[in-house]
C-alpha cells in the first residue's frame, strides 16, 4: 500500500470515527496500569472495526462502585452499552429484562463448543446467552519475592504453620513479611483463600456456595479465623485504606516479601518490568494445591434502543472471545483464556501452571468460584460475609463470635 493509500485510509477511518460512528459506552474497574493496559486492546480492536470507544471506568472497591453507579444510569433509562457484571448478578440483571440476548452471536461462533459448561452456566439465564465472559482469574495465589526470604533465611510456606515459621524470621530480617491493602474486599480474598485452605474445597462449597449453616459455624471456619488474625498480625500498621496495586509494589520493590492476591497482580509485575523466577514468583496459597478458586470477568450487554448500538454489542461480543483478543488481553493482566484451544506459545509460565491446574481441578471437584469476587452468592449475602470478615478483621472480635455473627449475617439475608 502507498503512503498516499495509507494517508487516505487513516483520514477516511478518523472521519468514520469523528463524524458517525456508533459510539460504544463500557463500564469497568479496570483502572490499576496492569488493567488499564489490557482494556485498551479491546479499545483499540474495536475502533477499528469503525466504532467509538466510550470508557466509563470507575475505580475500587472490586466493583461494588461501579455497581451503585451502574444501577442509578439504569433506573434512569441511560444505560451504558455494555458492563463489568460477574455472577449472580448476570441473572438478577437478566431477571429484570434489562440484559440484551446474545444467542445469535453466540450460535455463529460456537460459544457453547468453546466455553467450559460450568463457566457457560453463569453467562447464561434460562439457557438464553446474556453475558460474555473475558477470562479466568485464579484466586488462591501467594506472589512471593524470593529475594526478601532468602535474606531472611526463610523457606516458601507450603502450610500455614510453615507460614507462621517464615512470617517470624521475615519479620526479625527487618521486612514485612505480608504486603496486604485494608479494604474490606481484600480481607476477603484473604480469608477465602484460608477458608479454602484449613477446609479443603468441599468445605469451602458447603460453606460459601451452598452456604450450609453448620460449615459456616463450624470448628473449621473457626480455626480459618484465627488463622486470618494471624496473618493479619505480620501485615504493616499503614495498610488501611492501602490500594491492592500499592501491596503488590511492596513486594516487587522488596519491601514486603509476599502477597495473597488473585493473578490480575502478575500484570503490575509486568508493568514493573520484573521477571518471573528471578524477581517474583507465584505458588499456591498454602494448603490449597489441587484447588482453584475461579473468578470469571465478563460483560453484559444492555438492551439498547439504536439498531446500531445493539449491532455494536455483537462486534464486541464476537472480538471479546477471538483468539486475538484473548491472547493480547491475558497475556496482559495475567488472567487465562475462558475459551477453549487458545494457543498457549504466548503465555508465561505462571499462566501455563494456572491454566494446567484449571484442568486438573475441574476433573477432580476442586475448581470452587470466589465468593470474594461476585462468583458464588447474591451480593447481598456477600455483603453480609464482608462486614463480619471486615469486623473482625479490625477488631478485637473472637472467632468463636465470629462464627456465630457469620452465621446470623447470612441467615438474616436469606
Request: net charge positive.
Amino acid at each position: 500500500m502507498t503512503m498516499f493509500k495509507k494517508a487516505v485510509l487513516a483520514l477516511s477511518v478518523f472521519g468514520a470515527l469523528s463524524l458517525g460512528a456508533t459510539e460504544v459506552e463500557v463500564l469497568h474497574w479496570w483502572t490499576s496500569g496492569g488493567e488499564a493496559k489490557s482494556v485498551a486492546a479491546l479499545k483499540t480492536m474495536l475502533e477499528k472495526h469503525g466504532y467509538k470507544w466510550k470508557d466509563f471506568s470507575v475505580a475500587g472497591g472490586n466493583g461494588s462502585n461501579a455497581m451503585t453507579v451502574l444501577k442509578s444510569r439504569v433506573i434512569s433509562g441511560n444505560p451504558p452499552t455494555a458492563a463489568q457484571i460477574k455472577g449472580p448478578s448476570i441473572q438478577e440483571w437478566a431477571a429484570l429484562g434489562k440484559a440484551a440476548n446474545l444467542d445469535s452471536v453466540a450460535k455463529a461462533n460456537n460459544w457453547d463448543s468453546v466455553i467450559p459448561e460450568v463457566f457457560a452456566k453463569q453467562m447464561k439465564y434460562h439457557e438464553h446467552w446474556v453475558a460474555v465472559p473475558v477470562n479466568v482469574h485464579r484466586i488462591n495465589w501467594m506472589w512471593v519475592n524470593p529475594s526478601v526470604f532468602k535474606k531472611a533465611n526463610a523457606k516458601i510456606p507450603k502450610t500455614w504453620d510453615e507460614f507462621k515459621i517464615a512470617a517470624k524470621k521475615i519479620k526479625a530480617a527487618g521486612f514485612i513479611p505480608v504486603a496486604q491493602g485494608g479494604q474490606p474486599w481484600q480481607e476477603a480474598t484473604l480469608f477465602e483463600t484460608i477458608v479454602l485452605g484449613v477446609g479443603g474445597a468441599d468445605f469451602y462449597k458447603k460453606a460459601f456456595v451452598d452456604l450450609d449453616m453448620n460449615a459456616l459455624g463450624s470448628d473449621t471456619m473457626k480455626k480459618a479465623f484465627d488463622i486470618l488474625k494471624m496473618v493479619k498480625s505480620y501485615t504493616d500498621s499503614n495498610a488501611p485504606g492501602r490500594d491492592w496495586n500499592l501491596a503488590t509494589a511492596m513486594v516487587y520493590k522488596g519491601k514486603a516479601a509476599m502477597q495473597f492476591m488473585g493473578d490480575w497482580a502478575k500484570g503490575e509485575f509486568k508493568v514493573a518490568g520484573k521477571k518471573i523466577g528471578t524477581d517474583y514468583i507465584a505458588v499456591d496459597a498454602p494448603q490449597t494445591a489441587g484447588s482453584y478458586i475461579y473468578n470469571i470477568d465478563s460483560f453484559v450487554m444492555f438492551k439498547q434502543k439504536d439498531p446500531a448500538k445493539t449491532e455494536a454489542q455483537k462486534v464486541l461480543a464476537k472480538l471479546i472471545l477471538s483468539d486475538k483478543f484473548q491472547i493480547i488481553f491475558n497475556t496482559r493482566k495475567g488472567s487465562v483464556p475462558v475459551k477453549i484451544g487458545v494457543p498457549k506459545d504466548k503465555f508465561d509460565s505462571i499462566a501455563i501452571k494456572s491454566m494446567n491446574d484449571m484442568v486438573a481441578a475441574s476433573k477432580a471437584g476442586t475448581l470452587v468460584p470466589s465468593m470474594a469476587h461476585q462468583m458464588a452468592v447474591p451480593d447481598a449475602i456477600r455483603g453480609a460475609i464482608f462486614d463480619v470478615v471486615t469486623n473482625f478483621y479490625n477488631s478485637k472480635m473472637s472467632s468463636t463470635d465470629a462464627v456465630k455473627a457469620l452465621v446470623s449475617a447470612v441467615k438474616n439475608e436469606m
